[in-house]
Structures are given as structure tokens and as C-alpha cells.
């Protein structure tokens, strides 16, 4: 499994893309790829604090995957940064500068985007050992800044403050060790101190 998804998010992917954006280019299929770049960004960031606290299997069995959903972000990323550019010509560096458009965060993004992956392959963590894990933080401000870029494309910042908001909670929950299963397993009814005794010698 883990094999056919490397040459999915390694080859198969850039492949199509690449086909598509050369083939049949359009300002939607552009911002069809910057959407599934977010999206598969938001699911990869996502989804080990919800597998750490929920202790669900299939979802902590996906983890081992992270890196090619990681990946295939990357590619969708850099299909839409190069088909937006090929349409709109937004040649001139100055768009990029002011902190009051979308392409300033998403000129950020991309940066981070770029040194994700470029890192994202097994001779990098063997080059970078432990700086490896370090450089691979820039995740968490890459999703912060492409929600932003979207959201001011948009004009509404609603969705950019709620998933920020939900994802520092569950890094929260995380990095504290809170698991829901443990909780419900170790919660015990609303009893008087003589009916828990009872239970607890039962045990």
C-alpha cells in the first residue's frame, strides 16, 4: 500500500497535472488544484492529533502515510501557483508585497511549500538527521498562511479563524496526552462514596 501510494504522489500525480495544465488550462482547473493542495494540507495536519486523542486505529494506521499525502499536496500546490501565474502574468514582484492582498500569504505559502517539499523525500532526512523533524515544523504556519490566502481571495475570513482555532486545540489536546477513550474508560458514574468502594472491590 504504502509503495503504490509513493508512485501515486511521487510520479502519477505530477504526471496528470501536468498534462492537464498544459492540455486543457483554465482559471477554474487552476483553482480546482489550489483548493485539493489546501484540502489534502488541512487532512495531513489534521489528522494526528484527531488519531492521537480519538485513538481510533484506521485513522493512527494512516499516519504512516503522511508524508505522500504531504507530497501530493506539494504537487497540486505547485500546479496551481504555475497555472495561476501562466493566466494572470503576475510577473511583477511587487504584487507579492503588500500584506494586504491574498498573494503576500500566498507568496509565503509557497515559499514554505517549496522547503516542505524539497524535504519530503528519504535522502533529505538522512542528510538533515534531527534538523529534519525541525524543518518539517514550517507545516503548521503553512497551513495558517494558505487558509489566509484563500480566505482573503474570498473576502471572508470565517473558515481561516475557525480550522486555525480547531487545529490549535487539538495540538493542544495532543501535546498534553489527552485521549477520549481513556477518559470514557476511566469515567465513573455520579455514585456516593460507599457505591464506587463497592465497584472498586468488584474490580
Not at 486523542?53 to 505522500?68: G, N
Not at 524539497?118 to 525541525?134: F, G, I, Q, Y
Request: hydrophobic letters at 50%; one cysteine or more; glycine letters at 4%.
Amino acid at each position: 500500500m504504502k509503495k503504490l501510494l509513493q508512485i501515486i504522489s511521487y510520479y502519477l500525480i505530477p504526471l496528470v497535472l501536468l498534462l492537464l495544465t498544459f492540455g486543457i488550462p483554465s482559471r477554474s482547473l487552476f483553482g480546482l488544484f489550489g483548493n485539493t493542495a489546501l484540502y489534502l494540507l488541512i487532512f495531513t495536519l489534521f489528522l494526528k492529533p484527531i488519531a492521537k486523542i480519538s485513538d481510533i486505529k484506521f485513522l493512527k494506521h494512516l499516519l504512516i502515510y503522511r508524508r505522500q499525502f504531504g507530497i501530493a499536496s506539494f504537487w497540486f500546490f505547485a500546479f496551481h501557483a504555475i497555472g495561476m501565474w501562466q493566466i494572470y502574468q503576475l510577473i511583477n514582484i511587487e504584487f507579492y508585497l503588500d500584506p494586504k492582498t491574498n498573494l503576500f500569504y500566498g507568496a509565503l505559502a509557497a515559499i514554505c511549500m517549496i522547503v516542505l517539499g524539497m524535504t519530503s523525500n528519504t535522502l533529505a532526512v538522512k542528510k538533515l538527521k534531527k534538523n529534519w523533524k525541525r524543518i518539517q515544523y514550517i507545516a503548521y504556519p503553512t497551513l495558517f498562511l494558505a487558509l489566509y490566502h484563500r480566505a482573503l481571495f474570498e473576502g471572508d475570513t470565517t473558515n481561516f479563524y475557525i480550522l486555525s482555532g480547531l487545529f490549535i486545540l487539538l495540538k493542544i489536546l495532543e501535546w498534553n496526552k489527552i485521549n477520549i477513550n481513556a477518559f470514557k474508560k476511566n469515567k465513573m458514574p455520579d455514585l456516593n462514596e460507599e457505591e464506587k468502594r463497592v465497584i472498586i472491590d468488584k474490580k
